[in-house]
């Protein structure tokens, strides 16, 4: 019979034999919203260079739906072979606030590597009759609920985005979910909304929507004309969507550290930051123990605020 200590040696000689042979075949990345949303245009900015580095392709495949619990799922249930992988959304870990879930754990979610992070900029119509922060918020406070906002889900960073601005700013707007927050501004169907940079800035451009602050502490390259809500004196409203590599944690150590290098790797490269910048994006720099440090800083955040709100699982 082998001794504990052959076993031990005969596992530390396989280990880094297994993160030299893989991978071997395509690799898997899980993406819970559609095409062309933020989490996507970052995946298929990283999923090249990745590929490169790995020696295999890096495939996105969209698995939209159920406040992403069925990408979630499909990473859980997959074999921890290091060939499936998610760019996971910062909400996820406090999924079971939101969304019913079984079958899977949100504890056996690793993030790996920070990608990129999407900030977001308060927005109203023209038909609005404001102009500046200041102004909205006195007509906020005058119409209460009869201000009705948009947005895509209890979970999403626009609805916490506008809970941290009701809850500084001393105003209490109707919110209405959408599939996005930006198209039922135009529409007319309601009076206020945050969206994504990248999605709001050709509108703000045009003159169809008026953009009144940005939720990032410094302003956006993309719309330098509009302050950002620290330099107004609302700090609190600091906040944007930002997106992690995630496998599940019984992926073998080599792999992660394979896979955690190549997103490093490809995250230093100047032309990724240039075209997350194009996009109304930027990079989230944070990965190892930092990352995993920090996303359950923000799943408590999120927790939180979903108890403030009243938000029970669908």
């Known amino acids: 019979m082998p001794t504990r200590r052959a076993l031990l040696g005969a596992v530390a000689l396989a280990a880094p034999a297994l993160a030299q042979s893989w991978p071997t075949r395509p690799i898997r990345m899980l993406v819970g919203y559609p095409p062309g949303s933020p989490p996507d245009l970052i995946g298929r900015v990283f999923g090249p260079g990745m590929g490169e580095r790995l020696g295999q392709p890096v495939l996105v495949e969209n698995r939209p739906g159920a406040n992403t619990a069925l990408a979630t799922e499909a990473l859980l249930r997959a074999p921890a072979d290091g060939y499936t992988l998610m760019m996971m959304p910062q909400f996820v870990p406090a999924l079971p606030a939101v969304q019913r879930v079984s079958g899977f754990d949100v504890a056996d979610l690793q993030p790996l590597a920070g990608t990129g992070q999407a900030p977001m900029v308060l927005l109203v119509p023209p038909a609005l009759g404001v102009t500046d922060l200041a102004g909205f918020l006195a007509l906020a406070r005058a119409r209460g609920d009869r201000l009705g906002f948009a947005h895509a889900g209890h979970a999403g960073v626009p609805n916490l985005a506008m809970a941290l601005l009701a809850e500084a700013a001393g105003i209490r707007p109707m919110g209405v979910a959408f599939r996005n927050t930006v198209t039922p501004l135009l529409s007319g169907d309601v009076d206020c909304a945050f969206g994504f940079l990248g999605d709001a800035a050709p509108q703000v451009r045009a003159g169809k929507l008026v953009g009144l602050a940005v939720t990032t502490r410094a302003r956006s390259p993309l719309l330098p004309e509009v302050p950002s809500f620290a330099e107004l004196g609302i700090p609190a409203v600091e906040i944007a969507a930002w997106f992690a590599v995630t496998v599940h944690r019984a992926v073998p150590a080599p ?60």
């Open 255 to 314: 792999l992660q550290a394979r896979l955690t290098e190549a997103v490093r790797q490809v995250r230093a490269e100047p032309e990724v930051a240039g075209r997350l910048e194009g996009a109304g994006l930027s990079i989230f720099p944070l990965d190892g123990a930092a990352l995993q440090d920090f996303a359950l800083r923000e799943r408590d955040r999120h927790l939180l605020l979903f108890e403030r709100l009243g938000v029970r699982p669908d």
